[in-house]
C-alpha cells in the first residue's frame, strides 16, 4: 500500500529557528512536492523535485528551501522562521503526472 | 488567480441526499482529479478523469468533464455522515509541466 510519511504532525518554533519538515515515500516514485494549505487559499505549491538532487520552483518559494539526496526523502526547510510561515505543510509524491499521494500533514506554528 | 475553483464553498445536506460539487478551471488541462480531506489530514485521491473522457464512476462518485466549458462536477450519491471532508479538484494544464493546481475545496457537511 502506498505511504507517505511526515517527520511531525505538530510542530511549534520560534521566530527566526531553522525548521525542518522531512517527508519520505516508500513508493519509489519520482516526483515528490511540498504544499502550504492555508484557509480559504486551498494549497500552494512551494517547491517540487522530479529526480534526486533536482528541484522545480512553486508558485510560493520565497523564505523556503528543499533538499533531495534521496529518492524516498524530500526535506523543506525554513532557514529564518517568521509568524506567517505558520501553516499546514502537505508532502505529496507521485510516479507521472497525475495521482498525488499525500502525507498526512504537518501543522507549524510559529510564535 | 487559482486554476480550479469550487463551488459552493460549503454544504450541508443529510444522510442519504446526493451531494454535487463543481470545478471551474481557466486553461486547457490533460486531466482533472477530485482529492478528499478529512479534517487536520492529508488528501486522498478520488479519481481522475482525463481531457477526452466526459464522465467516470467510482463506486458512490460520479464525475463529469465538459472542457467547452471548463468545468467539473462531483455527485456523491446517497452521502453518509463519513463523507463529511473537504473535496478539492485539481488540475493538470497541458503547458503547466509538472505542476498540479488546486482549487480552494468545497467543504461538505453530512448530517447523520
Known amino acids: 500500500d502506498v505511504k507517505v510519511t511526515q517527520s511531525s504532525r505538530y510542530l511549534v518554533k520560534r521566530t527566526g529557528e531553522k525548521v525542518f519538515l522531512e517527508c519520505v515515500q516508500d513508493?519509489?516514485?519520482?516526483?515528490m512536492f511540498w504544499y502550504r494549505q492555508d484557509p480559504g487559499l486551498g494549497l500552494r505549491l512551494i517547491y517540487f523535485s522530479y529526480d534526486v538532487k533536482m528541484k522545480e520552483k512553486g508558485d510560493i518559494p520565497e523564505g523556503y528551501s528543499v533538499s533531495r539526496e534521496k529518492k524516498e526523502r524530500f526535506s523543506l526547510i525554513l532557514e529564518s522562521a517568521s509568524t506567517n510561515q505558520t501553516s499546514m505543510y502537505l508532502c505529496?509524491?507521485?510516479?507521472?503526472?497525475?495521482?498525488?499521494?499525500f502525507g498526512p500533514g504537518t501543522r507549524l506554528t510559529v510564535l | 488567480s487559482q486554476q480550479g475553483e469550487e463551488d459552493p464553498q460549503a454544504l450541508s445536506i443529510q444522510e442519504g441526499e446526493n451531494a454535487t460539487m463543481n470545478c471551474s478551471y481557466k486553461t486547457s488541462i490533460n486531466n482533472l482529479q477530485w482529492y478528499r480531506q478529512n479534517s487536520g489530514r492529508g488528501l486522498v485521491h478520488l479519481i481522475l478523469?482525463?481531457?477526452?473522457?466526459r464522465e467516470k464512476h467510482s463506486g458512490r462518485l460520479r464525475v463529469t468533464l465538459d472542457t467547452s466549458k471548463k468545468s467539473s462536477s462531483l455527485l456523491i450519491t446517497a452521502s453518509r455522515a463519513a463523507d463529511t471532508a473537504s473535496y478539492f479538484c485539481a488540475t493538470d494544464a497541458v503547458t503547466g509541466g509538472f505542476k498540479t493546481i488546486f482549487g480552494a475545496g468545497t467543504r461538505l457537511f453530512v448530517k447523520a
Open positions: 478523469i482525463r481531457s477526452n473522457e
Open positions: 513508493m519509489d516514485h519520482e516526483n
Open positions: 505529496a509524491s507521485s510516479l507521472v503526472t497525475d495521482t498525488q499521494y
